[in-house]
């Protein structure tokens, strides 16, 4: 997916966009969310140099969807995910997460009559991956690119063997979804089972659907106060497509 | 018809049949019959092709691996899929027609196979979805009527009605069924 | 030293709040012959409490165990066993358990442990902290005298919000028999409340981050899981709807199946409708509605969801929100309960306007959810009600209490069926306010003791449904003829066991049932049709047995005796049939040691036999037949006179009975005329020390006869 850099894609790239053929890396180009996925399927990922930094993600292809008003809080969905993927009965492990709000909702034990959860109205918030679009927060907040897209689905997933634990994902993640092993010292997360996730399957209420995918990044409120982490290789590669507008005079 | 035609016939009867059942309908050979032709198995010549199948169905649904068949009270041939439809619930359908029937084979299976009586609500809710005058004429329409002579009712101490048939179940045992029916909820 | 196997997390700890110092052992090593559960929980009673210590006696502990599948996704299988020497039991407390569900079980399992001793007594009020491994106690003065509600939410702010709070409430601070300890909401613990009561400990706060290792190969244990779940049926393994479906052959409309398509719940916002097949997997959470079980077509839409354990899919506990609640009561509009506790306020009456299934039933239902689980108030079967009832209509009340307490009580609305009764009731008994609060408080050994009311009054009265030994029936002869009623017999509360009720109320036709009795326990003579007995036969007694065997080997492996054993399913293709030796597969891929059904269910025997020996101990007399297997006198008479073996009739036949104990006695291999183990019975299960020591006290039979 990441190549050495090859001149001639980069000025494929800029008469594609329509720049003048001594544009440098630096100025590069400007795309939309939209185009991220085309930028793929013009192989331009490759353009940027030989150890170059993961920066762009293709979007995933499904989501597992979760529908609060559904789930019995039976938390069979944990136990499946970290049964088949972790071979432990696990929910900690969970790459969906049900414990945490489960008594309490999102807000927590707070009293008062907008509780939810089993001790307040009942309503059981599921934790479940966004599959986020570019930028990818734990992608991008990982320094050795060890977050990338599954080849079936494009689900973000971990490459354990690339994974060095430095917990910088579990930062970056505004839901808090990124999972640790402990005893592995490793990082993990959804990544959708191959396109049959398990979670889905085991949930004996129909709470939880696995659909096509949409950005859902903005709905819901972020559980974790965001912090920006960004390794600084990955930073500079950022400034490549995020230029100042002034200096682009680009047509899409 | 040759036996390409014969299979493709089969096929496309067994399909009118499960469609019909998915929808929790019974269907006898001219309903099969009408459901072919309006979907175009028949083409253009189809008066013939259509007597032709007429013949050949009777035949083709019975010998129909996945297909059940029963006698309905009208004495016609049924036909279902019987992994969309129980066979139970494919005699309650055939029974709708007729509300005195309907009430009254229900309550001689229950009688017989559980056994035990049913209570009389049970006619009103789905699949049966009978109204309570209807209920009442029904079961006024059985006293009178020596072919239901059987039909009989329970009261228990709270005041529910029971219905059970004097066949299959000794009214003692009836009531004593029926008052532990009606007190289930209070043994949990 | 042994590796753990898998499904246990490998430790018990052990509190000593006398001391404030805490210890573990290792489960398997020092626990694993007796399972867990209540075979652990029997284990430390036999071992380390002696004999004739009190409830609430320093001396006696209090044992929460769970058992090796809980925590996993077995589905079923999120229990707590609560063994001690039990308060409720009359006149003489003699071990015993309160079970309950919840989240419980798993938390203390990720936390580490399957199980924890409570030993000693606090001096000040405190409560156990667990979090991964990490055990401390922690002051409980602040949170002493409050309710269950709020100490766990308090506990939850100190641990987080998703930590699993066990709590006692005013009941059980003030030593009530009839305490409750509860955990999620609406879990309890039946009867062992006081005890925890009396060790000054008002909690367990358990967090865990930790898992259980599956021995068994992945692919073979989600095979098996998804096995288990396509056998089940509704609550209490009822196996056909309640309605007729296009789906089912068989249907019943007294089954707890009765989720149909086209009901909804009509609290969710917005509300969810039932659509779709009633025997798809990811539709099985919508089978049961205890609510709509028990209070009627009404419930449906006052429903938000079902409820219940971690792992289990039936959700058996229903979520309901009534507006009037806030309204009439100044209570929470939403409360959650099944079975006994989902009706602990309408039992009181009895009658209600608008009947058992109108608002009025709703209303203090309701009331008596939200009340009794946060005072921690156990209705002991819901014998707490009917004593009540029998006493205010026999005029007990008015005779036996002060005219200014007597006064002080509401009985207008008691007799009218305004559910506000219940907000004066409960706080009595809760508070043990009062000469009233006071002897509820105590079960029916309270008018017993305290107003010196015969115990055979209550023996000879059908309404009572009184058992033996301050306890009531729990599916005796009105369900299960002579099966029922040897069940009963045999343990020192209400017996808890569904293993046959399960069965015989699954909803199947009779001859589906007969044949696969005949299967199961040898003859289909081993099942009679309900109100129409036959006499004795020795299939019967081989049917009670399994039935014991196994709520023990629930009890001891985390399973919920409510649902299983699963032996019956609603699978056409299938024949019905279950799987009779589902918990030795699941055992032995769980833990990577085979066990074959036989196997199991020995060890299970095991455990109940340790059952009988403690109580041969502690009531220091070796004739079980006559000093405990008792049976009450209306079990053998018919209010209309009917005789035994008649169809029409739950009476017994007091030869017939006795013969059905000497055949479960012979099939237990426990001497014939004590009913009590001998030598070699002991010596068979790898209990001759157990033996021996009784032995020695002139308590064990050397030989059947």
């Given at each position: 997916m990441v190549k050495e850099q090859s001149p001639t894609l980069i000025a494929l790239a800029a008469s594609a966009a329509g720049l003048d053929a001594s544009l440098s890396r630096r100025g590069f180009l400007l795309f939309s969310a939209c185009a991220v996925s085309s930028l793929a399927a013009l192989g331009l990922c490759e353009a940027f140099g030989a150890s170059p930094p993961v920066v762009i993600l293709d979007n995933a292809t499904g989501l597992i969807l979760a529908d609060p008003s559904r789930c019995v809080g039976c938390q069979r969905c944990e136990l499946a995910c970290s049964e088949f993927n972790d071979n432990r009965s696990q929910p900690s492990?969970?790459?969906?997460?049900?414990?945490?709000?489960?008594?309490?909702?999102?807000?927590?034990?707070?009293?008062?009559?907008?509780?939810?959860?089993?001790?307040?109205?009942?309503?059981?918030?599921?934790?479940?991956?966004?599959?986020?679009?570019?930028?990818?927060?734990?992608?991008?907040?990982?320094?050795?690119?060890?977050?990338?897209?599954?080849?079936?689905?494009?689900?973000?997933?971990?490459?354990?063997?690339?994974?060095?634990?430095?917990?910088?994902?579990?930062?970056?993640?505004?839901?808090?979804?990124?999972?640790?092993?402990?005893?592995?010292?490793?990082?993990?997360?959804?990544?959708?089972?191959?396109?049959?996730?398990?979670?889905?399957?085991?949930?004996?209420?129909?709470?939880?659907?696995?659909?096509?995918?949409?950005?859902?990044?903005?709905?819901?409120?972020?559980?974790?106060?965001?912090?920006?982490?960004?390794?600084?290789?990955?930073?500079?590669?950022?400034?490549?497509?995020?230029t100042p507008a002034a200096k682009k005079g680009a047509r899409r | 018809m040759n036996p390409g035609d014969t299979a493709r016939l089969a096929d496309a009867a067994g399909a009118a049949v499960r469609a019909a059942s998915g929808e929790l309908r019974l269907v006898d050979c001219e309903a099969v019959l009408e459901a072919l032709a309006s979907g175009g198995q028949f083409g253009e010549s189809e008066p013939a092709a259509r007597e032709a199948a007429r013949a050949l169905l009777p035949g083709l649904l019975a010998g129909h691996p996945a297909l059940a068949a029963l006698?309905?009270?009208?004495?016609?041939?049924?036909?279902?899929?019987?992994?969309?439809?129980?066979?139970?619930y494919a005699r309650i359908l055939d029974r709708k027609g007729s509300p005195l029937l309907l009430m009254a084979e229900e309550i001689r299976l229950n009688s017989r196979d559980y056994p035990r009586p049913v209570p009389v609500e049970l006619f009103q809710a789905s699949p049966f979805g009978l109204a309570s005058e209807d209920i009442a004429r029904a079961l006024a329409a059985m006293a009178a009527d020596p072919e239901y002579r059987d039909i009989s009712s329970a009261t228990t101490a709270t005041g529910a009605v029971y219905l059970f048939s004097t066949r299959h179940l000794e009214r003692g045992y009836a009531v004593f069924l029926a008052q532990r029916a009606e007190s289930a909820d209070m043994n949990p | 030293m042994p590796a753990t196997p898998g499904g246990f997390a490998g430790k018990v700890l052990r509190v000593d709040l006398s001391t404030g110092k805490f210890s573990t052992q290792d489960t398997f090593e020092r626990y694993g012959e007796f399972l867990g559960g209540t075979g652990l929980g029997y284990q430390v009673l036999w071992e380390e409490v002696p004999a004739g210590a009190g409830p609430f006696d320093v001396a006696n502990k209090l044992v929460f165990a769970t058992g090796v599948l809980a925590g996993t996704s077995v589905p079923c299988s999120g229990r707590t066993a609560i063994t001690t020497i039990f308060p409720s039991c009359w006149p003489k407390a003699l071990v015993g358990s309160g079970h309950m569900g919840g989240q419980f079980a798993a938390k203390l399992k990720y936390a580490g442990y399957d199980a924890i001793i409570v030993e000693g007594r606090a001096e000040r009020p405190v409560w156990l902290f667990i979090r991964d491994g990490h055990v401390e106690l922690r002051d409980a003065s602040r949170l002493w005298g409050g309710g269950i509600r709020r100490t766990t939410l308090e506990i939850s702010q100190e641990m987080g919000a998703d930590c699993c709070v066990a709590a006692i409430g005013q009941a059980g601070e003030k030593l009530a028999p009839m305490a409750t300890v509860v955990n999620s909401m609406s879990h309890s613990a039946g009867g062992v409340g006081g005890v925890m009561g009396a060790k000054k400990l008002k909690a367990i706060g358990v967090q865990g981050s930790g898992g259980l290792r599956i021995a068994g190969d992945r692919e073979h244990w989600e095979r098996l899981v998804k096995f288990h779940l396509s056998i089940l049926g509704a609550n209490n393994q009822h196996v056909v709807p309640a309605f007729p479906s296009p789906e089912s052959e068989y249907y019943n409309p007294g089954s707890r199946w009765v989720g149909e398509p086209g009901k909804r719940w009509g609290a969710a916002q917005p509300p969810v409708e039932i659509t779709g097949s009633i025997h798809d997997m990811s539709r099985i959470s919508y089978r049961t509605n205890s609510a709509a079980y028990f209070l009627g077509e009404q419930a449906w839409k006052h429903t938000v969801r079902g409820n219940g354990c971690t792992s289990c899919p039936i959700r058996c506990h229903t979520t309901l929100k009534v507006p009037a609640m806030a309204t009439k009561y100044g209570l929470n509009e939403i409360a959650q309960g099944t079975c006994i506790a989902l009706n602990f306020g309408r039992f009181f009456f009895p009658a209600l306007p608008g009947g058992p299934k109108g608002q009025a039933a709703l209303e203090a239902c309701m009331i008596g959810m939200n009340m009794a689980d946060d005072m921690g108030i156990w209705s002991n079967y819901g014998q707490i009600q009917r004593d009540f009832i029998k006493l205010a209509n026999e005029g007990v009340f008015q005779a036996k209490l002060g005219s200014a307490e007597y006064a002080s009580v509401p009985w207008d609305k008691w007799r009218a069926g305004d559910p506000a009764f219940l907000l004066d009731l409960i706080p009595r008994i809760g508070e043990r306010r009062g000469e009233l609060g006071n002897v509820l408080s105590q079960g029916s050994a309270g008018p017993f003791d305290h107003w010196g009311i015969p115990e055979s009054s209550w023996e000879a009265d059908h309404a009572t449904t009184y058992w033996k030994m301050g306890h009531p029936k729990h599916h005796a002869n009105e369900d299960d003829g002579q099966c029922g009623v040897i069940i009963n017999t045999q343990y020192n509360r209400d017996a808890q066991c569904h293993s046959h009720t399960n069965f015989v109320r699954n909803g199947l036709p009779l001859h589906e049932q007969k044949r696969l009795a005949g299967e199961l326990w040898g003859s289909p003579d081993s099942v009679d049709a309900p109100g129409h007995y036959t006499r004795m036969n020795p299939y019967k007694a081989q049917r009670a047995k399994w039935a014991i065997i196994r709520k023990e080997l629930h009890d001891c492996l985390g399973l919920c005796n409510w649902m299983g054993p699963w032996v019956a399913s609603p699978l056409k293709e299938r024949g019905y049939r279950g799987d009779n030796s589902l918990e030795s597969r699941f055992y032995s891929l769980a833990t990577g040691r085979q066990l074959d059904r036989e196997m199991l269910d020995l060890a299970g025997e095991r455990v109940f036999t340790l059952h009988r020996?403690?109580?041969?101990?502690?009531?220091?007399?070796?004739?079980?037949?006559?000093?405990?297997?008792?049976?009450?006198?209306?079990?053998?008479?018919?209010?209309?006179?009917?005789?035994?073996?008649?169809?029409?009739?739950?009476?017994?036949?007091?030869?017939?009975?006795?013969?059905?104990?000497?055949?479960?006695?012979?099939?237990?291999?426990?001497?014939?005329?004590?009913?009590?183990?001998t030598r070699a019975a002991y010596a068979r299960l790898n209990l001759d020390a157990v033996g021996k020591a009784l032995a020695d006290k002139g308590l064990a039979p050397e030989s059947g006869k």
């Open positions: 492990l969970a790459r969906i997460k049900i414990a945490r709000a489960l008594n309490y909702g999102l807000d927590g034990p707070t009293g008062g009559s907008r509780m939810q959860g089993l001790w307040g109205d009942g309503l059981v918030v599921q934790g479940v991956c966004r599959q986020c679009p570019h930028p990818v927060p734990c992608a991008t907040a990982c320094p050795e690119n060890a977050i990338v897209p599954d080849p079936k689905t494009g689900a973000r997933m971990v490459d354990a063997k690339r994974c060095v634990g430095c917990r910088l994902c579990q930062r970056a993640c505004p839901w808090g979804m990124m999972t640790f092993d402990e005893d592995r010292q490793k990082a993990s997360k959804c990544f959708l089972c191959n396109g049959k996730p398990k979670c889905v399957e085991a949930c004996p209420a129909g709470a939880l659907r696995f659909v096509p995918w949409r950005d859902i990044t903005r709905e819901g409120r972020p559980t974790v106060a965001p912090l920006s982490v960004i390794p600084a290789a990955k930073a500079k590669a950022c400034a490549d497509c995020h | 006698e309905s009270r009208t004495g016609r041939t049924l036909y279902y899929a019987p992994d969309l439809l129980s066979r139970t | 020996a403690l109580t041969i101990r502690d009531m220091a007399t070796v004739d079980m037949r006559g000093a405990h297997d008792r049976v009450p006198r209306w079990v053998y008479e018919d209010p209309q006179g009917a005789q035994p073996f008649s169809q029409g009739t739950i009476r017994m036949d007091r030869e017939d009975i006795g013969l059905a104990m000497d055949m479960f006695y012979e099939i237990m291999r426990w001497d014939k005329a004590t009913g009590a183990p």
